[in-house]
């Protein structure tokens, strides 16, 4: 029983690790009941048996294992921290409990595993039970087969990976053990009961006999899928819908759940890969060229036994493949062909995806090989192509299948359109876009026409199936030159087409209703809803329709007609037979009159003259139908024809050809018959107009592209060269008013280069501007043809290159007739040509060169030769041969792999090379780069592993180049991206996840095998190599955005669990930064420069139709991606729809901005809150328009928002216009938008329209100054959402852009603090734009000029080093702008601009140098100030009370707080840089203290104030009694204009902080005048934070201005502090105010009051120390007066901030730490009126910043004494008590405050029965150690020479406290002389003590209140009595000898007594008996040392002190001895 006595006594958690037994089980038992009492998952509690659990279910005492397993599964259901025991705990059980022989311990160890699963831990006790199924005892292998079953069962395969297990199942049926077999039995009968068929294949190398026991089983299995029945904790939602359907029966079964049960699993993922490339016999690639067909076959036949396994490692196949492709393209031998196609079908199978690099080289082979006709071999051939397109897409075989559909054999033919069938089938709406289906489509169109039947019905089925797949709306728009017929039989064939997996295509029941005829509306109604959801598809046109024509019967009608091609004679091009000439006359002879014919051959002009205009009447007057074109335009080309002499006549013939035109149904035909004599007189000098007009004419009738080829090529063959240019100068034109749709560019080329090789400078002049015009659509690869022109000629085309970069294409204006037919059609086809041409890449109007013939064998074998010169000349070869192309199709040949073995090359020049071909391919190229990414595109990402930072930077742009033609996609599928990162490549890492850092972020969706990168990216996270670390980091948002924190934190699963903790952590922090996905651009957004045509043409041309069908369009197509989800909202109800135009006239005529109260705080709100998007993009996307849209819906008149939001850029102008006209009258209510108009013009700025862009910066110009006008200040939300984008518009090309923008920069200063735009401009100095870091940088130069260094954010020092960065930049204009923007910092502060820009290169520094020494401008703070008050004056020409009458008294608080908020940021500042030089240039933007100065106008002008002598500057300046009497009789004149006493004291407040000292004086005086008056000093109730913020604003303005100003008189100064000290010794006498002190404004109060104190200059003043001795008295009174709650608040965070700034003055720091023992030693009397939860809070803060370790790091320990003496007097003072006072502290466990707190409380708590008289006396008494270290200090004080006087009085106060103390132990190891001195000065401070009583700080306020009617002597007397007693001056004149000669110490706060607040003359006394004890100490010193040098005349007095001070040593002596 003792033994047990022992253990029952112990805790619980030593109990569980006891070595007797029973003591565990004991301790089991009591654990098990205490994880049951313990509620909070999160308790501590926890924490203690964390490390015991393990322990709990490896017992080795059987009875005991139990209660410790039941106990463990306790502990693993409820505490929080039990996934970290998941490893150890299971692994546990597995070795120690599954193999026990009680039932109970197996199944409490199985419930253990299962609860582990259920808390998310599911991959960790799988691997831990796959682990025990490798264990040689059978019992633990039947448990663990049985638990993987269980959690199967319960938990579904969702949550269990049944990879990992069925590939150790088929090992399980081979055991000896029948009890493992029968398990493994029952498991995989739960396996298949889950993924059903795709177990089969795992399971197909067991015992026939099992597998077929194991069929059996599986058709017992009912076939409704399974349910999850137990949920994961994270999955409580479905927990609850589960239990709910099994409350109800579980009879009916949701169809989404079903579907979610039952996704397929794929078989192939269950296998394992094998490699099958190390397997492939030696001598296979010899064989395979064998030239017996026997031996090739062999080979072949060994390939095909390896390619049967369904799943292939992935490797380097390309030599095999090249191998089989040989056979099947070139092997003579069919059925050596067919066995080749059968192992690329294998080869394509086993590698999916992992195939698709060999995709591209494979397929134009078996395409060609289609010729055969023998049936196995196209089988086989068909097989392969098949299973090949399953690994790419159709994107990347488009160009290799067009390629042969034009092929002469039409076996081919047939089987590229039977394959293209078979895809379509796999394909979607997404996978099959217009692009790819276009050409596609236009190829099998060809073929439905072919004369062979089979090719005809082959094409049929193609294009049958794509309509069922992509939708009848998709596909009729490319099938309308087919006739009823075939679009039948297209239908037919849709119909017929069954997809796989039974999926319905998009075209489904389209189809069936379009070939239906007419149905009902109903039948109708899902096929709308069906439509795909696209944002310019078919839903589109369908509500276009429908609301251009409501009453017109069903919807689809009107679509159908749309989508057949609209077969109406308008919309049809025009064609016409050429007719005779006699068949003509008689034409013209029926509609023109006789004598117009007869005359129109007369040989007098005159006649002619009036033939022609008869003419042209009659042609005005004929009806469009009745106009036979062709004949007329035959009459006017007879003789003379165009031949005509006669001016006059020949334009009137050219204009009636015009008329023609445009109002007749005009053919090409006709056109031929006119165009020669048009181009002809094209270059006449009066002729020239009329026939560019006709040629237009011509243009719009039958497309300006038929009509620009025959001119252009009629004009060139006329060797005319006013012809041609006048032809090109139209051509350009006609370009911008029709757009550059259909336009044939390679034609247009050649006969530009013949131009510019034209002897005729107008010719070449002409051509060089059109190439301008065909720049603004082509953009860059239009530069690529004229390469090779003469190096002059190519500086003009650049120069005219450089002019229209930045410019977007106009919107055409004109268009082709039969586009614009019809109201009604015109909705639909615009839709359709918008779609047509959005699809449609400027890359494939270039035509393209096949290169692949050049691509020959001995090109390929030079670039893999041995002889490294070989190789260059192999490159140099490639390189030419594609600089020859230009434009080269996708198909290379074999280059792909000859390439990629030169990035491998040794010889890191050819790499470079290589490198350098790959962009060229890039540019060549174009889109079709895609198919060769896996190829060529992966293998770079290898080379940015290299050594060698110029390779990876080359191998880094050619991947860039590469991207830009080929997008993200083809990159980030299949594993290549995550093999690359498993390469322990420092370098590979950093650069691959830098790039992946940059581009996710700018993708709307990624493959899903971006998954298989995270475990990479976990691993960088853990690097080595610091900046490996650092880029993974920062890709984790990035990939967080696109796979979720979900997805990214169950994959740390598998990861240790120190490095999981880490990454968890990683991921939390990361989660705050994912960045929002990018919307879908839309077809008119801002796109690329080749895609700009598309944008405009349906807005442009919308715009002459009426608003009804105008407006429909808008919603959708709003500029910038503006769609039409959110409308604005409608106009008052119950009005009648009026007439379009008097509808637009009423409703422009009321506001166009409305003011919503409060509504833009709200919104602020909403976007703090993230409940929208936060405005920040690198481009604007699709949802941000939306949400600008919707929030300005509800404040913006309609008819404007409609024009801001609409796509045609001349409306953006004319809703600028307005807003301009309004600007003024409507200032309030756009004041009230201002976000969301400046969130509107950032949209604009990624306009490339410059007319749109000048008009934004005139508007912000007007903005701006109305806004400075109105003294609006922009808000943090408007600023930050605006100026970012307004600087990146400072780098535009333009100058006259930049102008405009540097302008509005400068004003933005006026209305938003200089030092918030600094680090804004900071971030523009980062852009890849040269012009915009040099525009940034002389902006900053501007700043630092006009603000001085304070500006410089976040600090002078790391702006600097930044900028100086900026001197070495390559760009001259940035190198000069930095340079001049440091020499802008060193007119500023001097010489110290070189410490604070640090280390620069020698060449940078003596740049910089040279430069100053050239700069002849210094620091002038006189024409600065003048220069921003004459700027201010010019900006403010309105009266400047204005200000004052026009806002409320409620508005002038508000002020003070911006103010405050500015002084707050300013104090920070100055605290980080308290040594660095003073600015003496004052700021402009000072936070309205100019207005406020400007304010005092005449009504609120101040009598003058009477002047006193510099000594009476500490006595507030009493105000006339003129104006006493005034302010007693009656309301001042403040109260006049506000009419209000508050108002009153908010306007004086404000002028308190006034720039100008005589106006703060002034305002001082009125306030002081109040507080005199204890009947009125109540009504500054409520405005002491006001007055306080107000007076710390004037401080401020002191220190950082006033003081640096040469030109002020120091006198004023110090007057002005004394005013300011007097105010506030006066507040603070009345406790009732002083308490209202808030503590933010103490804190501030008392940094402020310090930074005086320790401010060097002020000492250097004269009675400047008198100002420091006030500040002094200043601050007990504040420490006295205020409410002890805030002060010790605002004490504890400014010693904490002063702690945290490094740049902090210690002398600071130990003020703070005095203030706060002072208030501790006031404890015990105020503790009671004290908030000791906030105090508490202070404390817990300032420990969770600084922990005890940290701050014992510091270089003093005092901060450290500090806080724990103040905790150590709370708990002394409140007991046990204080622990209820942690209310406000949310997490404890984040500092040790409640640790040490308990430890207090029990010291404490052992006392607690003593009486109350032991208890006090115990108070007093300190620990040894405390005492010792308080006595040091106290010493150490003493034997200062600054600190003796504040050392002796604490020595006497501490004595005085702690009698009982003896200080000899302390002084035995001192000097005799030390120690008698010490005596002597208590003696002296005790004798002072009982002499003079204390003097209360109130008798500063008596004398305030003295008499006015007392004498001027009486004053001045009475003053200087108070002055000596509050020590202000010496009181005694004898020890003048050595006070007058050596300047006085700094009085510090220790120095007035700190017992009471109120004896202030003890400091004066105190410093003259310091004085006398220094000078007996001399004394002393002298006659020891015997030295007759010095010998000075001393009084009586000090003579008798001495000889006492030398008997008292000697008595001393005496004692000691």
Request: proline letters at 5%.
């Amino acid at each position: 029983m003792g033994d047990d006595s022992e253990w029952m006594k112990l805790p619980i958690d030593q109990k569980c690790e006891h070595k007797v037994w029973k003591a565990r089980l004991n301790g089991y038992e009591e654990s098990l009941k205490l994880f049951q009492r313990i509620e909070d998952e999160k308790s501590p509690e926890w924490g203690k048996f964390l490390g015991l659990i393990k322990k709990f279910v490896t017992e080795s005492n059987a009875v005991a294992q139990l209660k410790g397993l039941e106990a463990a599964l306790a502990f693993v259901g409820n505490a929080h921290l039990a996934g970290k025991t998941t490893a150890d705990v299971v692994s546990g059980v597995v070795t120690k409990v599954f193999n026990q022989p009680k039932a109970r311990a197996k199944e409490l160890g199985m419930d253990i595993c299962l609860m582990y699963v259920e808390i998310e831990k599911a991959e960790v006790v799988q691997d831990e039970l796959l682990k025990g199924l490798d264990n040689k005892n059978p019992k633990i292998v039947v448990a663990c087969i049985e638990t993987l079953r269980k959690a199967l069962s319960e938990f579904g395969s969702k949550i269990v990976t049944l990879k990992p297990v069925v590939k150790i199942l088929s090992k399980q049926f081979e055991s000896r053990e029948k009890a493992v077999r029968d398990e493994a039995k029952l498991l995989a009968v739960e396996i298949y009961r889950w993924i059903r068929d795709a177990l089969r294949p795992s399971l197909q190398s067991i015992n026939s006999v099992q597998l077929k026991e194991l069929e059996e089983e599986w058709t017992k299995l009912p076939s409704s899928p399974p349910k999850q029945t137990r949920f994961l904790r994270s999955q409580q939602d479905l927990k609850a819908k589960f239990e709910q359907q099994s409350a109800q029966g579980g009879a009916e079964s949701d169809g989404e759940d079903v579907e979610e049960t039952e996704s397929a699993v794929d078989p192939y993922e269950l296998l394992e890969a094998v490699d099958i490339l190390s397997k492939i016999p030696k001598d296979f690639y010899e064989d395979i060229e064998a030239k017996k067909w026997q031996e090739r076959k062999a080979a072949l036949e060994a390939i095909e036994v390896l390619t049967k396994n369904p799943k292939l490692e992935s490797g380097d196949y390309g030599d095999l493949v090249r191998a089989l492709k040989k056979v099947v393209g070139k092997d003579a031998n069919v059925m050596l062909v067919s066995m080749s196609a059968k192992c690329l079908a294998a080869l394509a199978s086993g590698l999916r995806k992992k195939f698709g690099p060999y995709a591209g080289q494979v397929v134009p082979t078996i395409l060609e090989k289609f010729k055969e006709k023998k049936p196995q071999v196209v089988q086989a051939l068909q097989e392969a192509i098949d299973a090949i397109f399953l690994t790419t897409t159709m994107q990347n075989l488009s160009e290799d299948v067009l390629s042969v559909m034009d092929n002469k054999n039409p076996s081919i033919k047939q089987q590229a359109s039977l394959f293209l069938s078979r895809s379509f089938r796999h394909c979607t709406q997404t996978t099959l876009p217009k692009g790819v289906l276009k050409p596609l489509c236009a190829a099998l169109t060809k073929q439905v026409n072919d004369s062979a039947p089979e090719v005809r019905d082959a094409a049929f089925e193609a294009l049958g199936t794509a309509m069922k797949v992509v939708g009848e709306k998709a596909v009729n728009p490319f099938l309308a030159d087919l006739d009823k017929l075939k679009l039948d039989k297209i239908k037919e064939c849709a119909d017929k087409v069954e997809l796989p997996g039974g999926r319905k295509g998009a075209g489904g029941s389209s189809v069936g209703a379009a070939g239906g005829g007419n149905k009902s509306s109903s039948a109708k109604a899902p096929s709308t809803a069906q439509a795909p959801p696209k944002s310019s598809g078919p839903p589109k046109k369908a509500a276009t329709a429908a609301a251009s024509k409501p009453s017109s019967g069903p919807p689809k009608k009107g679509k159908a007609a749309s989508a057949g091609g609209k077969k109406t004679p308008d919309n049809k091009e025009v064609i016409e037979n050429q007719l005779s000439t006699e068949v003509c006359e008689e034409l013209a002879a029926g509609v023109l009159p006789a004598s117009c014919l007869q005359q129109l051959d007369s040989a007098n002009w005159k006649e002619r003259l009036a033939s022609m205009e008869e003419f042209q009447r009659a042609v005005e007057t004929m009806e469009k139908a009745d106009m036979p074109c062709q004949a007329l335009v035959r009459m006017l080309a007879k003789k003379p024809g165009w031949k005509e002499t006669n001016f006059q006549v020949m334009q009137m013939k050219l204009h009636v050809v015009a008329l023609v035109a445009q109002r007749g149904q005009f053919s090409k035909t006709s056109a031929s018959v006119v165009l020669d004599g048009l181009v002809d007189k094209v270059g006449d000098v009066k002729c020239g107009g009329n026939a560019k007009e006709g040629l237009t004419a011509i243009a719009e009738a039958c497309s300006l592209p038929w009509t620009a080829e025959q001119v252009v090529s009629m004009a060139f063959a006329q060797k005319n060269p006013k012809n041609q240019a006048e032809t090109l100068n139209w051509l350009a034109n006609a370009m911008k008013e029709f757009g550059f749709a259909g336009i044939n560019v390679k034609g247009f080329i050649n006969n530009v280069k013949t131009a510019l090789g034209a002897t005729n400078p107008a010719v070449r002049t002409a051509a060089i501007t059109l190439l301008g015009v065909m720049f603004l659509y082509m953009g860059a690869p239009l530069r690529m043809f004229f390469e090779d022109e003469k190096p002059a000629l190519l500086t003009q085309i650049n120069a005219e290159f450089e002019k229209m970069q930045g410019q977007s294409p106009p919107a055409p204006t004109r268009f082709t007739k039969k586009t614009a037919a019809s109201a009604d059609d015109e909705a639909d086809e615009g839709d359709e040509q918008d779609e047509d041409r959005g699809g449609q890449d400027i890359m494939d109007l270039l035509p393209r060169t096949d290169i692949s013939d050049k691509i020959t064998s001995d090109l390929v074998s030079k670039i893999g030769d041995k002889n490294w010169k070989i190789r260059k000349e192999g490159l140099d070869e490639v390189a030419s041969v594609i600089s020859d192309a230009k434009f080269i199709t996708a198909n290379i040949g074999d280059l792909p792999l000859a390439l990629k073995g030169r990035l491998g090359d040794s010889n890191k020049i050819l790499v470079q090379q290589t490198l350098t071909i790959l962009q060229q391919l890039a540019t060549a190229m174009g889109p079709g780069l895609k198919q060769h990414v896996k190829a060529l595109g992966i293998p770079v990402i290898t080379v940015l592993g290299d050594s060698k930072p110029n390779v990876r930077a080359a191998a880094l742009m050619t991947l860039q180049s590469w991207v830009e033609q080929t997008g993200m996609k083809e990159w980030l599928e299949g594993e290549d991206l995550s093999e690359e990162l498993k390469r322990e490549n420092p370098f590979l890492r950093q650069e691959v996840l830098g790039w992946l850092a940059e581009k996710l972020p700018t993708l709307r969706t990624v493959s899903a095998d971006l998954m298989l990168c995270v475990p990479q990216l976990y691993a960088c996270l853990e690097d080595r190599n610091g900046d490996v670390r650092k880029k993974a980091q920062d890709a984790l948002p990035a990939f967080m955005m696109h796979l979720g924190y979900t997805k990214m934190t169950k994959a740390t699963g598998k990861l240790k669990s120190a490095s999981k903790d880490q990454v968890l952590a990683m991921l939390e922090k990361a989660r705050a930064a994912v960045p929002e996905k990018p919307a879908a651009p839309t077809k008119t957004g801002v796109e690329r420069d080749s895609a700009e045509m598309s944008r405009a043409p349906s807005a442009s041309r919308s715009q002459p139709l009426n608003d009804d069908i105008d407006s429909k369009p808008e919603v959708k197509k709003v500029r910038g991606g503006g769609g039409g989800a959110a409308t604005a909202k409608k106009p008052a109800a119950g009005k009648k729809p009026l007439a379009k135009g008097a509808k637009d006239d009423e409703d422009k005529s009321g506001p166009i901005f409305i003011h919503v109260p409060n509504a833009k705080e709200q919104r602020v709100k909403e976007e703090k809150q993230l409940k929208i998007l936060k405005w920040n993009f690198i481009t604007p996307r699709d949802e941000y328009v939306e949400q600008l849209k919707s929030r300005m819906s509800t404040c913006t008149a309609k008819w404007l928002l409609d024009e801001l939001f609409h796509n045609d850029f001349q409306r953006h102008v004319k809703a600028i216009g307005v807003m301009i006209e309004r600007l003024e009258s409507e200032r309030e209510a756009t004041i009230s938008c201002l976000d969301l108009i400046l969130k509107w013009v950032t949209l604009r700025f990624f306009d490339t329209n410059t007319t749109v862009l000048m008009k934004v910066l005139e508007y912000l110009k007007l903005l701006f100054a109305m806004l400075n006008r109105e003294n609006y200040h922009l808000t943090e939300f408007e600023a930050n959402s605006f100026i970012p984008y307004l600087i990146l518009k400072v780098g535009e090309p333009k100058d006259v852009v930049r102008k405009d923008v540097r302008a509005i920069l400068g004003m933005l200063c006026n209305v938003h603090p200089a030092s918030k735009v600094f680090p804004l401009l900071m971030e523009g100095t980062k852009s890849k734009n040269s012009k915009q870091r040099a525009e940034c940088l002389e902006e900053l130069g501007c700043l630092i000029e006009g603000y001085g260094m304070n500006v410089c954010q976040p600090t002078p020092a790391k702006s600097l080093k930044e900028i100086a960065v900026h001197i070495g930049d390559r760009d001259t204009s940035v190198r000069n702008a930095a340079l001049n923007t440091v020499v802008a910092v060193y007119n500023a502060c001097g010489e110290q601009v070189y410490k604070l820009i640090g280390n620069l290169s020698e060449k940078d520094m003596s740049m910089l140098e040279e430069r100053i020494k050239r700069s002849a401008k210094k620091t002038q703070a006189a024409p600065a100030k003048q220069n921003t008050t004459e700027r201010f004056q010019k900006e403010h020409p309105t009266n400047p009370n204005a200000t004052f009458l026009r806002k409320s008294a409620q508005e002038d608080p508000n002020k003070l707080k911006i103010m405050y908020r500015t002084y707050r940021i300013q104090t920070g500042q100055n605290s980080q840089h308290s040594d660095s030089s003073h600015p003496s240039i004052p700021k402009r933007f000072q936070l309205d203290l100019d207005t406020i100065e400007s304010d005092m106008g005449p009504e609120c002008k101040m009598p003058e104030l009477i002047e006193f002598n510099l000594d009476e500057l500490l006595e507030p300046v009493p105000i006339p009694e003129r104006l006493i009497r005034r302010m007693q009789s009656g309301p001042a004149h403040f109260d006049q204009l506000h009419y209000s006493t508050s108002s009153t004291i908010n306007l004086v407040i404000s002028q308190v902080a006034s720039g100008d000292i005589n106006t703060s004086i002034q305002a001082l005086a009125q306030i002081d005048e109040v507080l005199r008056q204890e009947d009125k000093a109540a009504v500054m109730s409520g405005h002491i934070d006001q007055f306080l913020i107000a007076t710390l604003m004037q401080l401020r303005l002191i220190y950082t201005t006033h003081m640096a100003d040469e030109r002020l008189d120091k006198k004023d100064i110090i007057k002005l502090y004394s005013c300011i000290i007097g105010n506030m010794l006066s507040l603070f006498s009345m406790e009732s105010l002083a308490k209202e002190a808030s503590m933010g404004v103490l804190k501030d109060l008392m940094h402020g009051v310090i930074t005086l104190m320790l401010d060097s200059r002020v000492e250097d003043i004269e009675d400047g120390q008198q100002v420091i001795r006030s500040v002094n008295l200043l601050m007990i009174s504040v420490l006295d007066k205020s409410d002890m709650t805030n002060i010790i608040s605002a004490l504890l965070v400014l010693l904490q901030d002063s702690l945290f700034m490094t740049a902090s003055s210690p002398m600071f720091t130990e003020l703070v730490m005095k203030c706060l023992w002072r208030m501790i030693r006031y404890l015990p009397q105020t503790i009671k009126n004290m908030n000791l939860d906030r105090i508490l809070l202070d404390i817990h803060n300032f420990m969770k910043v600084f922990p005890k370790d940290q701050l014992k790091k510091l270089k003093s320990d005092v901060p450290y004494r500090t806080i724990k003496t103040l905790l150590h007097m709370i708990c002394k003072l409140t007991g046990v008590k204080i622990l209820d006072h942690l209310t406000l502290i949310e997490n404890r466990s984040e500092s040790q405050l409640e640790t040490y707190m308990r430890r207090m409380v029990k010291l404490y708590a052992v006392d607690g029965e003593r009486d109350e008289k032991s208890v006090l006396r115990s108070e007093d008494r300190m620990s040894k150690a405390m005492v010792s270290d308080v006595l040091t200090e106290i010493f150490k004080k003493i034997g200062s020479k600054e600190n003796t006087k504040e050392g002796l009085t604490e020595l006497y106060e501490f004595k005085q406290k702690y009698p009982d103390v003896d200080l000899d132990l302390f002084l035995q190891h001192t000097t005799q002389f030390f120690q008698s001195y010490v005596e002597r000065g208590l003696r002296v401070i005790e004798s002072e003590k009982e002499s003079k009583a204390p003097v209360q700080i109130s008798a500063v306020n008596q004398q305030h209140s003295m008499d006015s009617n007392m004498s001027n002597e009486d004053v001045q007397r009475r003053l200087k009595i108070l002055r000596q007693r509050c020590g202000m001056e010496n009181m005694s004149t004898g020890v003048g000898g050595g006070g007058d000669s050596e300047p006085q110490p700094r009085p510090l706060l220790s120095s007035v007594p700190p017992s009471k607040p109120s004896v202030p003359s003890s400091t004066d006394m105190l410093h003259s008996k310091l004085s006398q004890l220094k000078e007996s100490r001399e004394m002393y010193q002298q006659d020891h040392t015997h030295s007759p040098a010095h010998t000075h005349t001393r009084g009586s007095a000090q003579s008798m002190q001495l000889d006492d001070l030398m008997k008292r040593v000697e008595k001393m002596k005496g004692s000691w001895q």
